[in-house]
């Protein structure tokens, strides 16, 4: 393929071209320098006599992917381009930007980019049932390309929920996750071995999990302070008999099997005391099984 010039980061007036694959940038490599030790370094290097060059630059080759090499030098030499948090951005971008920011050591940018990744996947039960507003979307099929990247930079405190996630959008599609989802064209992207088995481990105990999650509508049978027994407890049950009925489909979404419009649709004849005790145990099964997802 023809070599191409990249409109927005080809500044005339410096003396450097980047090439990633068949992708130009013509940049300032001072600002370059500025930013990376590592870029700095390898800048310091005496270029050979018979080295590259374009339009009478010197050009440095990189093996990195275009399309992160793009979001990295956009976000440094853009202002505008990667803002901080809340700012809205993209998977592409935080991908680009936290992969090489994370290889050449531009600290500022990978912080930056690790608050937005963190924005949509807490570490705290109240920040998953209660979230704050996150400044991108996903898709679930770029849910593998995330945990990948999380794993490269070792941004460990998002696996948890980023593979919660994954168990939630994909249920009953194993082998699918087995053979990988696409990601930037027709090529496979999967998961490590080490991975797979645990996503594989991890919904199996998530779907065992979401049963146990429906038994404060049942147990234990006697509520203390309950004054209407037979009416609140055939009622329960009642309930419990017609949430397992629903697991086949929601049971990889424990945290999501009940929440304010379940408690709204109760019957009336669970007296209010029974709905408190109710209430409280079931907020103990969403913290146990929170507390197992981050063990």
């Known amino acids: 393929m023809p070599d191409q010039k990249t409109e927005y980061l080809w ?40 080295g590259e060059t374009f339009e009478g630059c010197p050009v440095v080759c990189l093996p990195d992917d275009p399309i992160d090499t793009t979001a990295f030098l956009r976000a440094i030499f853009d202002s505008e381009f990667f803002e901080p948090y809340p700012a809205e951005t993209d998977f592409e971008t935080i991908h680009g930007v936290l992969k090489l920011s994370n290889k050449y050591l531009v600290d500022y940018l990978r912080r930056r980019a690790l608050l937005h990744l963190s924005s949509r996947y807490p570490t705290t039960l109240d920040g998953w049932l209660a979230p704050a507003p996150t400044s991108w979307s996903i898709d679930s099929t770029l849910l593998i390309p995330a945990i990948n990247l999380a794993r490269e930079v070792s941004a460990l405190w998002v696996l948890p929920a980023l593979f919660y996630s994954l168990c939630m959008s994909t249920p009953h599609h194993f082998r699918s996750i087995a053979r990988g989802v696409p990601f930037r064209g027709d090529k496979l992207t999967t998961l490590s071995q080490s991975d797979l088995e645990l ?9 065992e999990c979401a049963s146990a999650m429906l038994q404060f509508l049942w147990f234990p049978e006697h509520l203390q302070g309950c004054t209407t027994y037979a009416g609140c407890y055939g009622a329960r049950c009642a309930e419990r008999k017609y949430r397992e009925g629903l697991l086949y489909e929601l049971g990889y979404r424990p945290l999501e099997l009940w929440g304010e419009a379940e408690w709204r649709q109760l019957p009336p004849t669970i007296c209010p005391t029974c709905v408190k005790r109710m209430k409280s145990n079931h907020l103990k099964a969403l913290k146990g099984f929170w507390d197992w997802i981050f063990l």
Not at 16 to 36: C, Q, T, Y
Not at 199 to 207: D, I, N, P, T
């Open 11 to 50: 500044f005339k007036d410096c003396g450097l071209v980047i090439r990633a694959d068949n992708v130009l940038f013509r940049i300032s490599g001072e600002i370059l320098a500025s930013k990376s030790p590592i870029f700095r370094d390898m800048l310091r290097i005496p270029q050979p006599v018979n």
């Open 199 to 207: 996503f594989l481990e991890g919904s199996h105990a998530q779907r």
